[in-house]
């Protein structure tokens, strides 16, 4: 799966003619369907999306091979992925969620603290999830320059400066 991200999900049939709500993890939602096909975690089927109009809670759309509201219903909790090569390139600041996933982590001294475990976004920033030996318990961190200075994603791994007590 490295070589594609998810950008979304389906969250449940809309009206009674097929159509989905998507809810979109891109920047800007609408996004969604730019990329061309979208495909379910395992690749086993692929989507073509056309936005129709926002809902609440995401974005009205017909996708490929969904006619019945009972269709659309079926793929409900699906997540969407697309290839990270249609993806834009981002900034050298920036960084796709599933390229931080599964980085070691370092403290400033350099003694291994674990991994990024997961990343976590609940409107006010993201928030890096480091788990491993080098912890006592799993250590949610804000991803932020001053707390994590330094990604590598060429040598897989981040550091970082973590507030005291957290150890």
Do not use: W
């Not at 994603?153 to 007590?165: C, F, K, M, Y």
């Amino acid at each position: 799966m490295t070589d594609r991200i998810c950008v979304g999900a389906i969250a449940g049939s809309f009206g009674v003619r097929g159509e989905v709500r998507l809810k979109s993890f891109c920047a800007e939602p609408s996004a969604i369907a730019d990329y061309g096909l979208l495909f379910t975690e395992d690749g086993a089927r692929s989507f073509k999306v056309k936005l129709t109009r926002p809902v609440a809670g995401g974005l009205g759309a017909r996708i490929t091979g969904v006619e019945t509201k009972e269709e659309a219903d079926a793929l409900k909790g699906v997540n969407l992925y697309v290839d990270k090569d249609k993806l834009p390139k981002l900034p050298d600041d920036e960084y796709y969620h599933a390229d931080l996933i599964g980085l070691e982590v370092r403290d400033t001294g350099g003694a291994v603290l674990g991994r990024v475990s997961a990343v976590h976004n609940h409107g006010a920033g993201d928030i890096l999830e480091i788990a491993g030996a080098g912890l006592q318990a799993p250590v949610l961190l804000p991803f932020t320059l001053a707390l994590v200075p330094t990604v590598d994603l060429a040598s897989g791994r981040v550091i970082v400066d973590l507030p005291e007590g957290l150890e």
